[in-house]
C-alpha cells in the first residue's frame, strides 16, 4: 500500500488564494475537501492530514522572528478549525498540532509509516522545502507537488537544492527561510552553500579558515568570516528547520484508510452550500467497497452465556478500560441499559456497554463527574472493547452508530438519557488510537479528570446526538448578508462566535450548587461584581473600561475552553498550554471584525493578561472574587470536589489583594469559616 501525508494547512492557503476563489470566508475550505476526494479518486486509500491547529509552536520559544501568523487574513485563519472538523467528517484521519507544526505531523507519520513492512511507499504531498529532509535514498519516503503533479525522490532533492536530504536542515540555517521567519547568515547564498555543503555535508564539518576548504566559491573569505561570527545563529537556525519525528500519532498505518464519510459529513456539506461533496465521497466509498471482501455483522444483546468470552476480551484491552472481575461483569449487566455484542462470522468480534446517566448507583469517578456535568440526562459508554483479531474493521464505528441511532430515539419521550453520549479516553497512560476515533465520530472534548492515585488521567469527551437534527443557519446567515453588506456580515461571524462560550463549562457551580456556569454567564457576572465592588479598587479605575475588559477577557475560551483556576497555578506545563492556545485564538478571534478593530479588544485583552494598568488589576480581582463567592456559598462544592486546600485558595486569591485589598478581610474570614466546617483543609503552599 501507499500512504499519502497532506500539509492540510499549505492546502488551505492554496486554495484561499487561488484567483478563482470567489467565497473569501468558506471557498478554501470547499477546495480543500474536493482536492483530498480527488486524492482518493485517484487511488489513494490511506491518508493522513496534517494541520496547524495553532500558527505558534515551540520554535517560537527559541526565537522571537519566527513565523506566528500575524499576518494571516482572518477570512482565512476562520476556516483553521472548520476544515479539521470537515476533514474528519469526511471520513479523513486529521493530526492537528498544536506543540508542534504540520510540517512535524507529516515527518513523524512519514517516519512511523515507514516501518510498517506494508507500506510500499510513503507520499508527502508538499513541495515544503523543509520536508526535503525526509526523503529516502531508497525511495520509500518521496515529496509530491501535487499542483505541479512532480514526485521528488533523492535525485530531485539534489537536482533542485545541491544538497541530499540530510544536509537539507543545515542548508536552511545558512540559507534561511523567509516564509518561517528566519534569515539565515548574511552573504550565504543557495550556491555557495550547496557547493559547500555538497563537500562537507553539515555545518560543523565546514572548516573554520577558508584556506581550509576544499571547493572554491565566490566571496570564500568573507563567508567563512561570517559563519565563525555567527556559528551558534546557523546551529540555531538548523535546528529550528530540522522537523520533528518522534511524535506518537497513531498505533496502526490502518487508522489512516479512508472508509468513506461519516454521517455527519452531510449536514456540513449542505451548510457550505455544496451537497456535491457529500455525493462524491459517498459515491466514492461505494465504488471503493465493491473490490472489498464482504463482511457480515450483526448485533445482538448481550446473553449469560457471552460473558465467559466477554471477560478475557476487556481484560486483554487493558488500560484503555480497566480490569474485570467476573462478578463485576456480571453486575455491570445488571446496570446497563444497553449491553451489546457484535458478531463477525460467528465471532464475538466486541461490545459496548451504554448506561443512562444521572441516577444509577454506579462508583465509576468519571460517571460521578458527567452526572455533575449534565444533571439533565446523558448517555454513558462505560466501555467499548474491540478483539484484536477484528480490529481495523469498522466494528467500534458500528458499535457507536448502533448506541447512537438508540440514544437518538430515547430524545422523544423517555424518562432517561438526555442529548448526548458521554465517554472518556485515557491520556495518561495515553491512547492516541482511541482518541483519534473518537474525534472522527464526532466527540468533542470538554475536560479532563485525574480518577486514580496512580496517576491515571482522562479526557473527558461528549457526542452531541441533536447535531444535524435541524438545519445549522449560522453560515447561512452571514453569507445572505454578505452579498448585500459584506461590513455587518464579518461583524456577525463575531457575534455567532462568541455564541460558542455558552457551551464552555467552568469548573465553578452557580450559588446553590445545582449547576456549573457556563463561560458567557462568568464574564457577565464578574463584570456586574465589577459595578458592584467599584469602591473596593486599589486604585483610581475607569469603570468602563474595567466591565469592557471583563467581557472581553475570556472570549479566547472559545477556542481555548478553560483551565481550571488550581490547574494553572500549580502546572507550568498546563500554564504553558493554556497561554499558546488562547493567544492563537485572540488572533483568531479578535481578527473577525472589520477594518482592524478587533486590535482595540485585544490590545484590551493583552492588558488585562499583562496586568498593566490599575484597570487590569481590579479586573483580576474581580475575577479571583467571583469563584469564590460562588464556593463560599455553596458549600465549597468544586473545591471539595477537586481536593482543594486553604493554602491554594489563598494563592488564588492574593491577586485580590493587588486590585481590590478592602475585600481581603473578608476572604480571610471565608476562608477560615471553611476550614471550621471542613470544606477546605489547610495545606502547604503551593511551590
Known sequence: MDVHLVDGTYELFRYHYNPANKDDRHGATKGVLSSMLD???????????ATDHVITSFRNDMYDDYKDGSDIDPQLHAQFPEIEDALRAAGFTVFPMVEYEADDGMAAAAVAAEKDPAVDKVIICTPDKDLGQCVRADGRIVQYDRRKQLMID??????KFGVPPESIPDYLGLVGDTADGFPGLPGWGAKSTATLLAKYGHIQNIPPSSDDWQVKVRGAVKLAVTLRENYDDALLFRKIATVITDIDLFGSVDEMRWDGPTPAFEQIARDLGQVG???RAVELHKNRRVTKEPMTVSLRPVSPADLGALLPMNNAAVPAVSHLEMPALEALVDQAEWFTVVESEGEIAGFLIGMHGPGLPYASVNYREFCRRFPDGFWYVDRIVVSPDHRNKQIGATLYDAFAKFGRASLDGS?????RICAEVNVRPRNDGSLRFHRRFGFRPIGELDYSDDGQRVSLLAYDLTDGAAPLDRHHVVDVTAKHDPDLAQRLEFVFDLDRLKTVQRMSLITDGSRRENTAEHSWHIAMVAIACAPTAAEP??????????????????DAGDVYIYDELTSDVAAASKSRLETEAARRIFGLLPNGEGDRLRELWEEYE????????FAKACDRI???????????KSWTENNITASQVRHAMSE????????????????????????????????
Open 39 to 49: 486524492l482518493v479518486r485517484g487511488g489513494a486509500t490511506h491518508v493522513g492530514i
Open 154 to 159: 533523492q535525485a530531485g532533492i539534489i537536482e
Open 626 to 636: 467571583q469563584p469564590f463567592l460562588l464556593n463560599a456559598a455553596n458549600g465549597g
Open 277 to 279: 461533496l457529500w455525493k
Open 610 to 617: 499583562g496586568q498593566t494598568s490599575a484597570d487590569a488589576r
Open 415 to 419: 424518562a432517561i438519557g438526555g442529548p
Open 656 to 687: 485580590v489583594k493587588v486590585g481590590a485589598p478592602r475585600l481581603v478581610e473578608m476572604v480571610e474570614r471565608l476562608i477560615a469559616e471553611q476550614v471550621a466546617i471542613g470544606h477546605l483543609p489547610e495545606g502547604s503552599p503551593p511551590t
Open 541 to 558: 479605575i475607569s469603570i468602563d473600561r474595567v466591565i469592557e475588559m471583563l467581557l472581553v477577557h475570556d472570549i479566547v475560551e472559545a
